[in-house]
């Protein structure tokens, strides 16, 4: 049978990788993006994935997100809550302004996708929830209070939402990247890069998105039904959780 999965933020980056490896491994693909329409156009027109538009910050959008992608390809039985924001500062000079744009994209957002999909899963009795959290909500990191928390807070939704779906069949799980080769990492200067982050990581290089990817549709697939409520470190050994 083949599943329908929905990747939130599934157009760029970290994303867009784990969309093209769920159509890979035989899933119809959904990828929702927020705001950037040139490169999702140019996703979906080298990849074939349709792309949808609308903020996982607003709860009625992502009922209606939710509602046109069903429409479009069938009951979503895959989810991964990729979407999120930075906006660093530190803590002294932090707005709330800047603390509850990313607590509503990281943090509600996950709410705001699983809550509408929790309904079906149950009645279907099979759900898959991958939610992308990171080493920052493990470790935690200055200058990132905001985010750090928001991530924190996906890995206790996580391990609460696992205990209320084992029963029902729905698995819910994080993947927790460390540094990862973005675009958005590799803008950063090279030699910030090579001397002082790569230093911290013992395999001694950054991690690509396809590899954070693999361990998506594994924990999608339907033979890591035994594993839910699991946070999988990826990132190079930097930290140990």
């Not at 939704?157 to 205990?163: P, Y």
Request: glycine share 12%; proline share 3%.
């Amino acid at each position: 049978m083949t599943r329908v999965a929905l990747v939130t933020g599934g157009t760029r980056g970290i994303g867009a990788a784990i969309s093209v490896a769920l159509k890979a491994a035989g899933c119809k693909v959904a990828a929702n993006y927020a705001g950037n329409d040139e490169a999702a156009q140019k996703f979906n027109a080298e990849t074939g994935i349709p792309a949808y538009k609308w903020s996982v910050a607003d709860y009625d959008a992502c009922v209606a997100g939710i509602r046109e992608v069903e429409a479009d390809l069938g009951p979503i039985d895959i989810l991964v809550n990729n979407a999120g924001i930075t906006r660093d500062a530190m803590f002294h000079k932090m707005t709330l302004q800047q603390w509850r744009e990313v607590i509503d994209t990281n943090l509600s957002g996950a709410f705001n996708m699983t809550h509408p999909l929790w309904g079906g899963m149950r009645d279907r009795k099979f759900g898959r929830i991958i939610t992308i959290s990171s080493i920052n909500g493990q470790k935690g990191q200055a200058g990132q209070a905001n985010y750090s928390a928001s991530k924190a807070g996906e890995v206790g939704l996580t391990k609460a939402l696992a205990l209320e779906g084992a029963r029902a069949g729905i698995t819910v799980n994080n993947v927790c990247p460390g540094y990862i080769g973005t675009e958005m990492v590799r803008a950063v200067d090279e030699k910030v890069i090579n001397e002082r982050i790569i230093p911290q990581i013992p395999v001694g290089r950054l991690g690509e998105p396809e590899e954070i990817a693999r361990c998506v549709v594994f924990l999608a697939s339907d033979e890591a039904g035994f594993i839910t409520g699991s946070t999988i470190s990826a990132n190079g050994g930097q930290y140990m959780a």
